[in-house]
Structures are given as C-alpha cells and as structure tokens.
C-alpha cells in the first residue's frame, strides 16, 4: 500500500500535492466507506494542525458518525444542530473560526479550538459531511474551503 507523501511545507503546496494522491487512492475502489476511511487518514497524516478528521453521514434524517481519525466523537447530530447540523441544513461550508464563539458548538473534545464543516451534496440532496477540527485557534480559510470542497467533490462519485 503506498502512503502519502507531502514534501510542500505551506497549506496550499500541501494540498496541490494531497490533492492527486487522495484522487489515485480512491480511484479503483468503489466502496464507500473504505474511501471515506483513507481520506480522514490522508488528511489527518498531511496535517499535524488537524486534531479530528472524520465524516457524519446522513442516516434517516441525522448525522451518523462515519469512518474518523481523532478522539471518540458524538454519534448522531441532528439537522441544524451544532456547526455540521448547521452546514447540513444551510448547505454551506461553514468556517468557526474561534468555537466558542458558535453558538450551539457541540463539543466532542474540548481542546478543539477551531472547525471546518463541509456539506456533501449530491443532486440538492446532503447526504452527508466532512469536519474538521483543530487545536489550534484559526486554523481554517479559504484554502481550506477550496481544497476540502474538491476533496468532497471527488468523493461524490462514490456515494
Ligand atoms: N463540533 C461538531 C461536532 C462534531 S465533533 O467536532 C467531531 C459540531 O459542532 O457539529
């Protein structure tokens, strides 16, 4: 199995060089959750910023806990509740840049400090997201938003 390998030392040299590596790991293999599986493991590998990488899917009209990396985490989060609920229901990437100031955060780990929740949406229809988390305050942008997107966007084949 090869790993990845990311020699690129600023966020967007790191994702440009991620960004080809995640399309060929997922490439041949059609199975959703091992997809999904690699990917937190990618992400989370390419990043020492990123405390918790991982996946809510959407089961019966809330976010399951899927394949992760990182600490335990809550199981179910309802639709617009909390920043994935709220990314779900908005249909829109949400950057917090500073969780405490949230309102509605759900703290899984409570030295998170900042999160980036991107919603997967397929035909208008969420099925799912991608969070992450960090321990350090402001870890997230643009760059993050633009990369993460193309990450979920490669993925929505595979559902
Ligand atoms: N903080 C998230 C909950 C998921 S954990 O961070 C893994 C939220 O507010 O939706």
Known sequence: MEQIIIKGETKEEIYSELLPQIKSL???????????????SALKQAFPSFSWVGFYLMKSGELVLGPFQGKLACTRIKIGSGVCGTSALRKETI????VEKFPG?????PDSKSEIVVPIIKNGEVLGVLDVDSYELNNFDEIDRF????IVELLLEKF
């Open 95 to 98: 950057i917090v840049p500073d």
């Open 26 to 40: 997922i490439e041949d293999e059609p199975d959703l959750i091992a997809n999904l599986a690699n990917v937190t």
């Open 105 to 109: 955060h759900i703290y899984c780990d």
């Open 147 to 150: 990369y993460l997107e193309k």
